[in-house]
């Protein structure tokens, strides 16, 4: 026959601990609620983006600019020609793990008075960075889709680049406050706010796959289960390290016996 011994619960806090579990538990809880809001805002984005491209396009001479919410991936078509050699390189755009740039080309639009920067999409570069592609020209007045990007913020760089001398430019970063004087006065022409990202079935198109999230809700998800995951391994070592409930656990199982 067992015998009934019970432990009394004790709690003896090591400071240690007790810090290492104050900084790190809020941490980990924080950044797994984070994951699920980005996960919420990129389903919200890919939805938009499904949405979006169901719609005939809109002229974009006929574009309001002011509600610049209103135009995230809106479709759109434009008229007008390529100033010939004439066009932005963004740089460090890799794709299927190769090195290369997007080709953002000058458009003056017909009829309108005004121009827009229209990215043809991917082209190889030099890894070594010692030479600059040569980018295929489209000569002539041509019908263009595709469809209005607007930024989700400003982007990340870590220093202030000023513009390379001569033709074509390499920029890090599509920075309208910069780029627009000097389009406008190489153009004479007012630049439209944002770039339009071509279709890929279009004439001046290049290699063109846009992603419009570069991580999907499914994998934010999985890593707010690992930060939770991880909360709770913590929650669990720094109870069982803080008290004796291990011990408790033990008696009262042998006292069941």
Known sequence: MGSASHKALRVDLEWRTTVLTLVLLPAMLGLGLWQLQRADEKAAIATRWEQRKLQ?????KHVNVDAAAGLEYLPVTLRGSFLPDRYFLLDNRIYRGKFGYEVLGIVRLEGSGKSVLVNRGWIAGDSSRRSLPEVPPVDGLLTIKGH???APGD???LADVGLE????????AIEMDKLRPLVETLTGQPLFSYPVRINPDQLAALTVDWKVINISPEKHTG???Q??????????FFILRSSNLRQVLTSDTRGQQ
């Open 56 to 60: 005939a396009p809109v002229a974009l």
């Open 148 to 150: 209005i990007y607007v």
């Open 155 to 157: 982007p990340y760089l």
């Open 165 to 172: 001398p001569g033709w074509p430019k390499r920029i890090q």
């Open 223 to 225: 890593y707010a289960v």
């Open 227 to 236: 930060w939770f995951t991880m909360a709770l391994a913590l929650l669990i």
